[in-house]
C-alpha cells in the first residue's frame, strides 16, 4: 500500500526492500532522498537498523511506521535520529503529507547548511559567475555570496533593487550556477496586459479565443528544468496573482481553454523596482503571493551606496565605450571624480554607463568636468548636492543626524557596513535611516576632494 500510494503523489521511484540486510546494502550504495522504515522486519530490530542508517547515511531523513499501539518504540526511535513516524494502519493523505512535510524540511536543512558554508567563507568561493557586476563594495561580496549559495534551491527568488541595479544580471548569474538543465526565459511583465500576460505565460489551446488557431505552449512550458525570470512582477494584474500562486506551491497551471493539467518544472525569479510591502498594503500584491516569493530575498543596492564603485564602473565603461568607437581611453579631468561621487544617480550602474558613453564620443581625449556637469543637470536638473556655504542659523537635530549619516557614508567610502561601524548602530537600522534622507538638500558638512 505505501508503495502505491507514494506513487499516486508523485513520489518517485519507489524502491520496496524486505530484507534490512539487503536494505543496509542498498543505502550503502544508493542516495535516496527518505527512508520508511517498517519497525517489524524479520531477522534485525527496526531500532537496531535505524542506528545503522543513521550511521551509515546521518544525512538521510527516516520515517518510522510502527503499530498503533508502540508509541513508545517510536518515541525512542525519534529521540534516536528518526525524524517523525506513523501508525498502522497507514492512512494515504496522513503518509502523503508526512512524506512532502519531511521532503521540505531536510531541503530547507541542506539549504541552510549550504548558506551557512558559504556565507563562513567554507567551500566553493569563486564568484566568476556575478563577473558582470563589476563591483570593489563589501557590502555586494556579501550579496553575491548569499546569491551562490542559494542558487541551487528550487524555492522562488525575490530580487528587489532600483532601477538599474543590475537585478536582471543577477537573475541571470543564479540560472548560470543553479545547475538547472533548462532554459533562462525571461517575461517583461510592464506592458503586457492581462490577456497577454497569461497568454504569454500559460499558453493556451487550440480554440481558445478568436486566433488561436493551432495549440500554442507558454513560456512556463518552454522553460522546463531551467528557470523562468519574471521581471517587474509588480505589475501583474490581482486577478493573474491567484494563478501565479498556485505554480509556486504545486507547479499546476492549466492553458488557456484547456482544462488539462500542467506541470511546471521551472524555478521561478521575480524582480521589481517597487516596495512590495507597500503593493500588498495598496491592495495591489496578495500578502500570500508575496510571503511565497519571499523565500530567498536578494536586495541589490542603489549605485550611491556603493562607494568607489562608481569611479571603478566609469572607468571601466570608459574603456569599453572607448574600444567600441575605436577612439583612445580618454583621460578624466581632476574634478570629474568628485564630481561623479557626489551624484546621486537616480538610474544607478545604467544611468553612469550610459553618461560616460556619451561622454567618450562627445569628450574626444579628455573628460571635462564642465561638459558632465552640464550633461547631469540637462538630463535630471537635480541630485547634485551642493555645500551651503552662507548657512548661520542653527541646524535641526534632524539636519544634524542627517549630516553625521553623510558624513559617515563619506569616510566609508559609500560603505554601508563600514559606515554603520562608525556610527556605532546596527547596517540595517542605517540602511532605514538613510532611505529618509533627502540627499539633494544642502549638505552641512564639505565632501574631501577626491583625486584621480
Known amino acids: 500500500m505505501p508503495r502505491l500510494a507514494l506513487r499516486s503523489g508523485g513520489f518517485e521511484p519507489v524502491v520496496t526492500c524486505h530484507d534490512p540486510h539487503d536494505a543496509?546494502?542498498?543505502?550503502?550504495?544508493?542516495?535516496?532522498?527518505?527512508?520508511?522504515?517498517?519497525?517489524?522486519?524479520?531477522?534485525?530490530?527496526?531500532?537496531?537498523?535505524?542506528?545503522?542508517?543513521?550511521?551509515?547515511r546521518p544525512s538521510m531523513p527516516v520515517i518510522i511506521v510502527t503499530a498503533f499501539n508502540d508509541a513508545e518504540t517510536a518515541m525512542r526511535c525519534v529521540h534516536a535520529g528518526a525524524y517523525d513516524y506513523l501508525t498502522k494502519p497507514l492512512d494515504k493523505a496522513?503518509?502523503?503529507?508526512?512524506?512532502?512535510?519531511?521532503?521540505?524540511?531536510?531541503a530547507l536543512r541542506d539549504e541552510n547548511l549550504r548558506l551557512k558554508q558559504s556565507l563562513l567563507g567554507v567551500g566553493s568561493t569563486d564568484l566568476s559567475a556575478f563577473n558582470a557586476q563589476l563591483t570593489g563594495d563589501e557590502c555586494m561580496l556579501s550579496v553575491f555570496r548569499y546569491a551562490q549559495a542559494i542558487a541551487a534551491s528550487a524555492e522562488p527568488v525575490l530580487i528587489t533593487g532600483e532601477t538599474g541595479t543590475g537585478k536582471d544580471l543577477m537573475a541571470r548569474a543564479l540560472?548560470?550556477?543553479?545547475?538547472?538543465?533548462g532554459e533562462f526565459?525571461?517575461?517583461?511583465?510592464?506592458?503586457?496586459?492581462?490577456?497577454?500576460?497569461?497568454?504569454?505565460?500559460?499558453?493556451?489551446?487550440?480554440g481558445a479565443y478568436t486566433g488561436a488557431t493551432a495549440l500554442r505552449g507558454g513560456l512556463l512550458q518552454k522553460a522546463a528544468e531551467g528557470t523562468i525570470?519574471?521581471?517587474?512582477v509588480g505589475d501583474v494584474a490581482?486577478?493573474?496573482?491567484?494563478?501565479?500562486?498556485?505554480?509556486?506551491?504545486s507547479g499546476d497551471y492549466y492553458a488557456g481553454g484547456s482544462d488539462s493539467l500542467c506541470r511546471s518544472s521551472a524555478r521561478v525569479i521575480v524582480a521589481t523596482n517597487r516596495d512590495v510591502e507597500a503593493l500588498c498594503a495598496g491592495g495591489r500584491m496578495r500578502p500570500d503571493l508575496y510571503y511565497r516569493l519571499d523565500v530567498h530575498h536578494i536586495h541589490l543596492p542603489p549605485l550611491r551606496e556603493r562607494g568607489d564603485d562608481v569611479m571603478l564602473l566609469a572607468q571601466a565603461f570608459a574603456r569599453s565605450a572607448a574600444e567600441a568607437a575605436g577612439v583612445p581611453i580618454p583621460v578624466l579631468e581632476r574634478d570629474v571624480?568628485?564630481?561623479?561621487?557626489?551624484?546621486?544617480?537616480?538610474?544607478?550602474?545604467?544611468?553612469?554607463?550610459a553618461v560616460i558613453t556619451d561622454a567618450v564620443r562627445a569628450q574626444r581625449g579628455v573628460i571635462g568636468t564642465d561638459w558632465l556637469r552640464t550633461k547631469l543637470r540637462m538630463e535630471n536638473g537635480r541630485r547634485l548636492h551642493s555645500v551651503n556655504q552662507g548657512r548661520n542659523d542653527l541646524p535641526?537635530?534632524?539636519?544634524?543626524?542627517?549630516?553625521?549619516?553623510?558624513?559617515?557614508?563619506?569616510?566609508?567610502?559609500?560603505?554601508?557596513?563600514?559606515?554603520a561601524r562608525l556610527l556605532g548602530i546596527s547596517q540595517p537600522a542605517l540602511s532605514k535611516r538613510l532611505k529618509h534622507i533627502t540627499w539633494s538638500s544642502p549638505s552641512l558638512l564639505v565632501r574631501l576632494p577626491f583625486s584621480v
Open 24 to 56: 543496509l546494502r542498498l543505502i550503502r550504495r544508493e542516495r535516496f532522498s527518505l527512508i520508511l522504515l517498517d519497525l517489524a522486519m524479520p531477522g534485525m530490530s527496526g531500532e537496531e537498523l535505524l542506528a545503522l542508517v543513521r550511521q551509515e
Open 238 to 249: 490581482l486577478s493573474l496573482q491567484t494563478r501565479l500562486l498556485r505554480v509556486l506551491e
Open 175 to 181: 540560472h548560470s550556477i543553479s545547475g538547472r538543465r
Open 337 to 353: 571624480a568628485d564630481l561623479l561621487m557626489q551624484y546621486e544617480w537616480p538610474g544607478n550602474v545604467r544611468e553612469l554607463r
Open 229 to 232: 525570470f519574471l521581471d517587474e
Open 396 to 419: 535641526t537635530l534632524r539636519e544634524s543626524t542627517d549630516a553625521l549619516v553623510r558624513q559617515a557614508m563619506q569616510q566609508a567610502g559609500g560603505n554601508q557596513c563600514q559606515a
Open 185 to 206: 526565459v525571461v517575461i517583461n511583465v510592464a506592458g503586457l496586459d492581462e490577456h497577454m500576460f497569461s497568454d504569454v505565460l500559460f499558453g493556451h489551446s487550440k
Open 94 to 106: 496522513r503518509l502523503l503529507t508526512t512524506v512532502k512535510r519531511t521532503l521540505d524540511a531536510w
